[in-house]
């Protein structure tokens, strides 16, 4: 399978100073009126280093909300973006070419929870003073089936690219105040039969009130999130003129995260679009009042080994000519590897781009993209995944693999950081170049 990528920047020529744009997706250019501006100290520390305080200052951030609404109802998810008023000023660390924020933001209301927004790489300034320059983070919310709920900023650490070990650890020194309040009004509505069940039950559920479209149907640890998928299976669900029909089957063994104990709640959460609810069920042991248990049998046939993009173009960072060599900078959009193949196989992700051209007749040789991979395996995937080695692109380089094992399979999200070396004296124009994913 194969996957294009178009990477397009534009070079200008002069000495005004050009504005990085980069592809964070965000939804909100501004803030809305009513995303309460939070300023509040923070402690900083260097992972690794012998001082516990790498720095402490002072930042202001809003939260705000996409789509921007009065009330919102039960279920719906909404995109959280967290904007920096005033950015960290704590020093790059320590060869840190790239760096992107990784943040905690609490919900406050009836059901408290945290949810996470994700910034993107972002090329460091150099120096002895330099301080480090952050992208405004984004992060995904499913609305409780109550409120009011409140949104407040919480802890942060940076990595570098896309990797998930952070290098910095920022905390707040005293509690944020509520960023933002939301107002909730009913959604559509979900019923499960039954709510008391065992592990290896078959869950049907129906609801009314509901977009049209298929179904996403989860077995979660809280109304909102934290939905593990080795917890539901054989998952099916639709809403058809407002009637929402379904069931799944409550995993017997999961694997790398056993359910909770008897006695303890789970919730089916189905979504529809960006229209959602939940349901609590309570868990019991085997023969308890209530219940009842089936012995199931079935066949298990292997998959396919699939890849997936989120995204179909790379934007890197402008440069203004100055008569000296320079580098433009971006991030590979994640990309996701399926194995569902269920034998004792690997695979590889190998990549190769082509010539960086402008119609104005510039022209950039491929081999001067460069890029540093990085890879993460889900929790339950039984394979292993290792980056490519850092360097050209040009020529069929790999992003990931995974190699042969007794059993190997799971799901791996692969990225890169990428550069292109620019001559000191080149063409102005708008560059294009062709960057093809390959998975054997």
């Not at 990595?159 to 920022?170: A, I, R």
Request: hydrophobic content about 35%; charged content about 15%.
């Amino acid at each position: 399978m194969r996957r294009i990528k178009h990477i397009t920047r534009r070079v200008t020529a002069g000495c005004a100073t050009t504005i990085i744009a980069a592809t964070t997706g965000l939804v909100a250019a501004s803030a809305p009126a009513t995303a309460a501006e939070v300023a509040f100290p923070e402690s900083c520390r260097l992972v690794g280093a012998p001082s516990p305080i790498w720095a402490a200052d002072e930042i202001k951030v809003d939260l705000t909300v996409f789509p921007e609404k009065a009330v919102y109802s039960a279920g719906e998810q909404v995109t959280v973006t967290w904007h920096w008023r005033t950015r960290p000023s704590i020093p790059v660390p320590p060869r840190a070419a790239t760096l992107r924020a990784i943040a905690d933001i609490r919900v406050g209301g009836t059901q408290s929870n945290t949810f996470t927004a994700y910034g993107q790489p972002r090329s460091q300034p150099a120096g002895p003073e330099a301080t480090v320059d952050l992208w405004d983070l984004q992060g995904t919310l499913r609305l409780p089936a109550s409120g009011p709920i409140t949104l407040t900023p919480g802890a942060y650490s940076l990595t570098e690219g896309l990797s998930p070990v952070p290098v910095v650890q920022c905390a707040p020194t005293t509690p944020p105040a509520v960023s933002r309040t939301l107002e909730i009004g009913p959604g559509p509505t979900l019923s499960a039969t039954p709510t008391r069940v065992v592990p290896g039950d078959r869950i049907e559920f129906t609801g009314e009130g509901w977009p049209e479209g298929d179904a996403r149907v989860q077995v979660c640890g809280s109304p909102t999130g934290g939905c593990p998928p080795e917890w539901a299976s054989s998952a099916t669900g639709s809403a058809r003129a407002g009637h929402l029909t379904g069931s799944v089957t409550l995993s017997e063994n999961p694997r790398s995260l056993p359910l909770p104990p008897p006695g303890d709640t789970v919730f089916l959460l189905v979504s529809v679009g960006s229209s959602g609810a939940s349901r609590e069920l309570t868990l019991v042991r085997k023969g308890s009042p209530g219940t009842s248990s089936t012995d199931i049998t079935g066949s298990v046939t292997p998959g396919s080994l699939t890849l997936h993009q989120q995204a179909s173009a790379i934007k890197l960072s402008d440069v203004t000519l100055d008569g000296t060599p320079q580098s433009m900078t971006g991030a590979l959009n994640p990309v996701t590897v399926t194995d569902v193949r269920g034998g004792s196989l690997g695979w590889a992700l190998t990549a190769d781009i082509s010539d960086f051209t402008s119609p104005e007749g510039g022209r950039i040789p491929a081999d001067r993209f460069t890029w540093k991979p990085s890879v993460q395996a889900d929790p339950a995937s039984p394979s292993t995944a290792v980056p490519g080695a850092p360097g050209s692109i040009a020529g069929g380089s790999t992003l990931a693999s995974a190699p042969p094992a007794p059993h190997t399979g799971g799901t791996f999200t692969a990225g890169a950081a990428i550069a292109v070396a620019l001559p000191a004296y080149q063409k102005p124009g708008t560059y294009n170049a062709t960057l093809t994913l390959s998975i054997s």
